[in-house]
């Protein structure tokens, strides 16, 4: 006996179900690009913001103006420090201390609200402290 094999006409079985959903794979796009996005916002940007302001050339005399404002009352007069915070004339790893005045710490707010040219100003006039000038 020959066994027939059915005949199925094309397209019979299957009826469309395969075919990729136009509205689903636009859901996957989105969330892939949504996912990368936020991978860019958590590793890109604070390293990117602490080069932006490496890369500037601060204005020491600015920055000293600067320092009076914001940071005399804890670090004191030249960066010799008081009861309220350390001195200052010893830390000198930039890229450290731009971490430090844009995160904060525990003890000392985040000066993330001064622009990038006014943090260049102030590390400019760190470093004069650090050299003793
Ligand atoms: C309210 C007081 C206060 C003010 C205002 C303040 N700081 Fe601080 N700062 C501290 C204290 C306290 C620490 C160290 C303790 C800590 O890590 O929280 C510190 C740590 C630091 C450090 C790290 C030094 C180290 O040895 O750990 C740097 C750099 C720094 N401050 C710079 C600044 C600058 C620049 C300003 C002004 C824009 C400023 N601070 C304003 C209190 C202050």
């Given at each position: 006996?020959?066994?027939e094999?059915?005949?199925?006409?094309p397209?019979?079985?299957?009826?469309?179900?395969?075919?990729?959903?136009?509205?689903?794979?636009?859901?996957?796009?989105?969330?892939?690009?949504?996912?990368?996005?936020?991978?860019?916002e958590?590793?890109?940007?604070?390293?990117?913001?602490?080069?932006?302001?490496?890369?500037?050339?601060?204005d020491?005399?600015?920055?000293?103006?600067l320092?009076?404002?914001?940071?005399?009352?804890?670090?004191?007069?030249?960066?010799?420090?008081?009861?309220?915070?350390?001195?200052?004339?010893?830390?000198?790893?930039?890229?450290?201390?731009?971490?430090?005045?844009l995160?904060?710490?525990?003890?000392?707010?985040?000066?993330?609200?001064?622009?990038?040219?006014?943090?260049?100003?102030?590390?400019?006039?760190?470093?004069?402290?650090?050299?003793?000038?």
């Open positions: 006996m020959r066994s094999s059915p005949e199925v006409a397209g019979r079985l299957s009826n469309g179900s395969g075919a990729p959903c136009p509205r689903n794979r636009i859901g996957e796009l989105f969330a892939v690009l949504l996912l990368i996005l936020f991978a860019v958590l590793v890109g940007c604070p390293g990117g913001r602490v080069a932006d302001v490496l890369a500037l050339d601060g020491p005399t600015a920055g000293e103006a320092y009076d404002e914001h940071c005399l009352a804890c670090h004191g007069s030249g960066g010799v420090g008081t009861v309220r915070g350390p001195e200052l004339t010893g830390w000198g790893a930039e890229a450290a201390t731009v971490s430090v005045l995160d904060g710490t525990e003890e000392m707010e985040s000066y993330d609200f001064l622009s990038d040219e006014q943090l260049a100003d102030l590390l400019a006039f760190m470093e004069e402290l650090q050299a003793g000038l």
